[in-house]
Each structure stands twice: as structure tokens, then as C-alpha cells.
């Protein structure tokens, strides 16, 4: 809530940097909308705002993504097309979306939608890129290994998907937390969570477990030197890192750049996933033949 309006931030398009450039009642206009903090905070107001540039940003770079996909209207695979559009359409309604968390003043519902739908475009674009040919055939699977690497690497993606909604019930909790407790009692947070934290961190060994016998499978079909097998050397190193920040914030006092390297780390391992199972389900998922001699060829 540190911009307690939208699109305007205190009612400005460029947000103050200092309570003195606000209205002396600012307090009693924003008081409410601000859930109990009213006095204006400058890092929170901007840590707000360059979020929602670098949302339009994303925004327009996705717009581009849809021209870029133009070309495959006439090709095979119109479908990237499509994909591209939908990608495009969805982040419109995701800034709106973004609108009814400030209105509704974080509502956790409002919140984890914002997420999912966050997490469901990421997926689309991820799609989008994979199909356009960038990958390509990076993946020789010995015979019958396709479907058991599938059906794991869908486990996997539930189990991570999960872990995170698991998370952002951890934040809400933290949310109320810090409301009763207040910044100077930071290292009787994580005390004061309740069952939600630690469901969260004992869940984190189920998915460590099954993504290190996912990522050794896909390693095993003869694809140590393929792009897919960097991939999924990647997701094991993102995933020991996600755990590291987990750890931190743990037994640390949740230092503040642990929050969001976190969140990070968790998004970038589920949309790494996500790659590796198109590319293991290429056949049934991904048309590259032709892709190549078509408008792929220009991404």
C-alpha cells in the first residue's frame, strides 16, 4: 500500500520523495487506505511505483512480442500467434487486476490471483518462446521415457505451483505480524507465523525430492550436453538458492531483500520447469517442423 490510489500515486504522477510535497491532511485522506500506516514512506511509495512501471514496461514489450508473431499467421503454426495475443489481452486485465488490490487494500484473495495470473502469463510467454524455435530440438529422450519424464515433470510444476500459494499465505501472515508487533520486534516474526510457516518450510524437502528425481531423470535420457539438461542443472541451483533465502529469512530476522530475491527465485525455477516439460513433450506440444524456414527463424 505504498501508493494508496491507482494509477496516480498520492494523487501524482510522479510520487512525492518527502511527506512536506503532500497535503498537510494527508493523513486523514489516505489514512484508511494506508491499513493502519499513515506516515508516509518514501521507499515503500517508490518500491510501489517502479512496480507498476516496470508492469506497463512488461506490457509493451509483450505488445511487441504480439507483432513480432504476426508473420505466423501465415505459416503452420498460427497458433504462436494466438498464444502472443493472449499473452497480450492478459496482461491488460493483469494491471487492472493490480488496480482491485489497491482498492480492495490487499485483500488475500485479490493478492493470490494477482499471483496466479502473474504466474499463467509467465507460462504463455514461456510457451510462445519455446515454440517460436529458440530451443528447438534440444532433446533426445531414449525410448519410452517421454511419458514417465511428463508425468513427474507435471508433479514437479504442481508441487512448486503449490509451495508458492503456500507462500503468499505466509506473507499475508507476516502482514498481520508486523501490523500487531511493529518493525523493531523483526526477530519474533517468524515466531509468531503459526502453522502456515512451517507447512511451507517442511513442504520445501517434498519438493526438493522430487525435482532432484525429475532433474536426474531428464540428465539420464542422454541429454547431459542438450540445452534441456542446462536447464535442468539450472532449476537444481535455482532451487538450492531458492531454499538458501528461505533459510535466511528463517533464522536471520527476514532481512527485506530476502523477501523478494525469494518470491523471485521461485517463479524463475517454476517457468524453467516449465520449459524443460514443453521440450520433453515436444512432439505432442511444440511443431518444429518448418519452424525453422518460417517466421521462427527471425526470433
Given at each position: 500500500m505504498g501508493c494508496p490510489d491507482?494509477?496516480?500515486?498520492?494523487?501524482?504522477?510522479?510520487?512525492?520523495?518527502?511527506?512536506?510535497?503532500?497535503?498537510a491532511n494527508y493523513k486523514e485522506i489516505y489514512g484508511a487506505k494506508l491499513k493502519g500506516e499513515v506516515e508516509f514512506n518514501a521507499t515503500k511509495t517508490w518500491t510501489e511505483y517502479v512496480n507498476r512501471l516496470v508492469g506497463a514496461l512488461t506490457g509493451i514489450i509483450i505488445f511487441l512480442m504480439l507483432l513480432a508473431s504476426i508473420p505466423f499467421l501465415k505459416s503452420g503454426n498460427k497458433q504462436i500467434f494466438f498464444w502472443s495475443l493472449a499473452a497480450f489481452l492478459l496482461?491488460?486485465?493483469?494491471?487492472?487486476?493490480?488496480?482491485k488490490v489497491v482498492s480492495f487494500e490487499l485483500h488475500p484473495l485479490i493478492v493470490t490471483v494477482h499471483m496466479l495470473l502473474a504466474i499463467v502469463i509467465i507460462f504463455i510467454v514461456l510457451y510462445v518462446f519455446t515454440w517460436a524455435g529458440y530451443v528447438g530440438k534440444v532433446l533426445t529422450l531414449r525410448e519410452g521415457s517421454e511419458?514417465?519424464?511428463?508425468?513427474?515433470?507435471?508433479?514437479?510444476?504442481?508441487?512448486?505451483?503449490?509451495?508458492?500459494?503456500?507462500?503468499?499465505?505466509?506473507?499475508?501472515?507476516?502482514?498481520?505480524?508486523?501490523?500487531?508487533?511493529?518493525?523493531?520486534?523483526?526477530?519474533?516474526w517468524i515466531d509468531?507465523?503459526?502453522?502456515?510457516?512451517?507447512?511451507?518450510?517442511?513442504?520445501?524437502?517434498?519438493?526438493?525430492?522430487?525435482n532432484a528425481i525429475w532433474i536426474n531423470k531428464v540428465l539420464k535420457s542422454g541429454n547431459q550436453g542438450t540445452a534441456a539438461g542446462k536447464i535442468a542443472?539450472?532449476?537444481?541451483?535455482?532451487l538450492?538458492?531458492?531454499?538458501?533465502?528461505?533459510v535466511i529469512m528463517a533464522y536471520f530476522r527476514v532481512p527485506a531483500f530476502a523477501q523478494p530475491v525469494h518470491l523471485t527465485f521461485a517463479i524463475l525455477l517454476?517457468?524453467?520447469?516449465?520449459?524443460?516439460?514443453?521440450?520433453?513433450?515436444?512432439?505432442?506440444?511444440?511443431?518444429?517442423?518448418?519452424?525453422?524456414?518460417t517466421a521462427g527463424s527471425q526470433f
Open positions: 491507482w494509477p496516480k500515486c498520492f494523487g501524482r504522477w510522479v510520487p512525492p520523495t518527502e511527506a512536506s510535497q503532500l497535503p496482461t491488460g486485465f493483469q494491471g487492472w487486476l493490480g488496480a511419458k514417465v519424464l511428463s508425468g513427474i515433470g507435471i508433479v514437479v510444476m504442481a508441487l512448486s505451483l503449490f509451495q508458492i500459494l503456500l507462500g503468499t499465505q505466509v506473507r499475508e501472515a507476516m502482514d498481520v505480524v508486523i501490523m500487531q508487533l511493529g518493525y523493531d520486534a523483526r526477530s519474533q509468531e507465523l503459526g502453522a502456515n510457516f512451517y507447512i511451507h518450510r517442511s513442504f520445501s524437502i517434498l519438493v526438493f525430492i522430487v542443472r539450472a532449476c537444481f541451483w535455482i538450492i538458492a531458492e531454499i538458501a533465502t528461505g517454476i517457468g524453467l520447469q516449465f520449459i524443460v516439460w514443453l521440450v520433453v513433450n515436444g512432439k505432442k506440444y511444440l511443431k518444429y517442423e518448418g519452424v525453422a524456414a
